[in-house]
């Protein structure tokens, strides 16, 4: 199935790209492979502020990394033109902000796998790392990097 009329029947639109908030770039290619930088969660056009197990359940959690995964695909649709050229993500690195004592950062993770895997279908299908950590810039509750295979 197209990328965007899989997207469409799960009733997302992309939004604009996020543009960097330092000295970096949302997304570098070299050969077939795209690296997308760290994007933070965003609710409402806003820093989506929160620390897991603390102000922040794991469902809301997930809800986040679901949004920083369209947000990522909207960043790799500014870089590529067309989604329908990505051959596999690769690999998703996630960061949550998170107490001491919280472990569910694969469950919150969740939010952003199960999108892709909803998107691309097998090719959605990735590698992972889920971080917890003490503090994410801007205080998000998550950040999430990707690499992507293409055509």
Sequence with gaps: ?????KLASLDIELPNAAAPAAAY????????????SGHIAKRDGAVWVGKLGATMTTEDGKTAARQVAIDLLATLHTHLGDLNRVTRIVKVMSL???????TEQHLVTNGASELLAEVFGERGRHARSAFGVAQIPLGACVEIEACVEVS
């Design 96 to 102: 949550v902000n998170s107490t001491l004592d919280y």
């Design 25 to 36: 770039v949302m997304s570098a290619q070299t050969g077939n492979v795209v690296y997308l």
């Design 1 to 5: 199935m197209n990328v965007y009329d």
